[in-house]
């Protein structure tokens, strides 16, 4: 009987190791996949964030190309940035002045 015992045991420890195997490499599995999908949304979320910027660089790009269109705009960006001036026009230059550094008296 000792042998019939043992041999029925052998079966049932048998299927428990492989039961906690199984499960083990279910577990360790899973915590890898987990963390695969943690460092996937944080990209997709990088990517949105980046994807928003850019979208809205576009729009203000399109507002300026829109802008260009208009002769008045463009001239002011020549006066202003440019310095240009209507034929006729006399161009002024303020330069301000370097206030003097005081010297010391003499003692």
């Not at 599995?29 to 990517?47: N, P």
């Not at 002769?71 to 206030?99: F, K, M």
Request: positive net charge; aromatic residues 4%.
């Amino acid at each position: 009987m000792s042998t019939d015992a043992a041999g029925r045991h052998h079966p049932r420890r048998l299927v428990w190791a492989l039961g906690l195997a199984g499960a083990g490499l279910f577990a360790f599995s899973s915590a890898q996949a987990a963390l695969r999908l943690y460092h996937l949304t944080r990209q997709v979320a990088e990517l949105e964030h980046h994807r928003n910027r850019l979208m809205a660089e576009n729009r203000g790009l399109r507002e300026e190309i829109r802008r260009l269109q208009d002769p008045a705009y463009v001239e002011r960006l020549a006066r202003e940035e440019l310095g240009l001036v209507r034929p006729g026009e006399i161009a002024v230059v303020l330069v301000p002045q370097s206030t003097p550094t005081p010297r010391p008296r003499p003692r």
